[in-house]
C-alpha cells in the first residue's frame, strides 16, 4: 500500500476516549491480551481504524476532541500493522494512516490517558513528547 514521502514511523496512535473502554483501560502490560482494541463510531461508520503518526495527533484531537478534557492514547508497533495500514490524503494535502482491520491488543505497545488540564490539545501533545515519540 502507498506510502507517505516520508521516513515511516516507529509508532502509530490511536486516540480513544475512557468511555470507549467499558471494562475498563488497560494497563501497558495487559495490552497483548485485548483480543480487539475499541474502535470509535467514526470508524465503524467508514469501515477502517483512523491512526494518527505523532506529529499528527494535534489535529484529530483539536476537531474530533476539542471539548473532551481526557482522552486514553493506544501506541501501536508500526511492524505489526504495516501491511494492513492505506494512507490517505485529507484536504490539507497530509497523508494520514488508516488500519484496514481491527486493531488488536497485541499490535500495541503501551496506552496512556492524558489530561488537557487546561491546555490546548498541541500544548498537551509537546508535553508528551518523550512518551509519543519514543
Given amino acids: 500500500m502507498a506510502v507517505p514521502d516520508e521516513p515511516l ?10 468511555s470507549e473502554f467499558p471494562s475498563g483501560i488497560p494497563s501497558a ?3 497483548s ?9 467514526l470508524d465503524k461508520s467508514e469501515g477502517f481504524i483512523h491512526m494518527s503518526r505523532a506529529r499528527q ?19 501501536v508497533v508500526w511492524d505489526k500493522i504495516k501491511d ?3 494512507w490517505d490524503r485529507i484536504a ?8 484496514l482491520r481491527e486493531l488488536r491488543g497485541e499490535d500495541c505497545d503501551d496506552v496512556k490517558v492524558v ?15 518523550g512518551w509519543v515519540w519514543s
Avoid: C, N
Wanted: aromatic letters at 8%; proline letters at 10%; hydrophobic letters at 40%.
Fill in 57 to 75: 495527533l494535534a489535529l484529530p484531537l483539536s476537531r474530533f476532541f476539542a471539548d473532551v478534557d481526557e482522552i486514553v492514547l493506544v501506541r
Fill in 9 to 18: 514511523p516507529v509508532y502509530l496512535f490511536k486516540i480513544l476516549s475512557p
Fill in 29 to 31: 502490560s495487559s495490552l
Fill in 92 to 99: 490539507s494535502g497530509d497523508e494520514y494512516p488508516h488500519l
Fill in 115 to 129: 489530561r488537557r488540564e487546561g491546555k490546548a490539545w498541541p500544548e498537551v501533545i509537546e508535553s508528551q513528547k
Fill in 33 to 41: 491480551s485485548i483480543p480487539t482494541v475499541p474502535s470509535t463510531a
Fill in 84 to 86: 494492513k495500514v492505506r
